[in-house]
């Protein structure tokens, strides 16, 4: 299948590294030349589209899945925007907010000590990087293609580090982003910051779609309890299982592209379904 992509390169704000983004249209984005198209904007642009690109040289297969199911009637087509990470992917996509508090704080400081590669001197610059997708990159879009800008129509997905910043974008931009779907969620790196997080900025249900996914093999084996825990404060903030929120566990999926490939078709009719 021909891929229809816009290349957008070195894209940046001041904080972060520069990065490329891809943008494609679906079929029926060339075939219906007066029709507007909801928006999807996914992380780790590099793994989306072409397999040579991507870390495992496998593709999300997220082209493939919107045509088949947009030609079947199941769901309307939709833009994605894929957005590369860089090599500081992990400050990018750590949720900023939650490590500003007394426990956050104190939390860093003792991650330093035990993973002093990874934590000591870190900057976290989601906060930046989100700005970017909102204030930069989809200003772009919205001008350049025949979006539906508004906040139903747009969204965020990712899976670990990704699954964490596609939630973080939703609580800190529920004014542009309607939903979030979040594969494989690397919920043990906030250790206890999640859900204190989500209590206080979780917006009110009602307005946005939110979906959970993890598998049971590799890095996936440790998440079952942390996305228990999580599913527990949706439903305490009044979210509706399977309305304006999903949670899917997949027996035996690994951590990788194969695997979010293989249930990329759930979350796309969740957002996308008629």
Sequence with gaps: MPLHLTHYPALKLDGLLERDVWVWTPPAYQAEPTNRFPVIYMHDGQNLFEPEKSYTHVTWGVAEAITRLSQWGFIRPAIV?????????????????????????????KLAQEDPQTFQNLTITSDIYLKLIVEEIKPRIDQHFRTKPGQQDTMVMGSSMGGLISLYALTEYPDVFGGAGCFSTHWPVM????????????????????????????????????????????????????????????????????????????????????
Aim: include cysteine; hydrophobic fraction near 35%; aromatic fraction near 14%.
């Design 81 to 109: 925007v894929g957005i590369d990470n860089t090599e500081k992917r992990f400050s990018d996509y750590l949720p900023a907010r939650p490590f500003t508090s007394p426990e956050g704080i104190a939390l860093l400081e």
């Design 191 to 274: 250790r206890g910051l999640t859900l204190p997080y989500l209590r206080d900025h979780l917006p009110m249900p009602g307005k946005h779609k939110i979906y959970f996914d993890y598998g049971t093999g590799g890095f996936d084996a440790e998440y079952e309890p942390y996305q228990q825990a999580v599913d527990a404060v949706m439903r305490q903030k009044g979210y509706k299982h399977g309305v304006d929120w999903l949670t899917r566990c997949a027996p035996g999926a690994d951590h990788h592209e194969t695997a979010w490939r293989s249930r990329i078709h759930i979350p796309l009719r969740f957002f996308l379904g008629y």
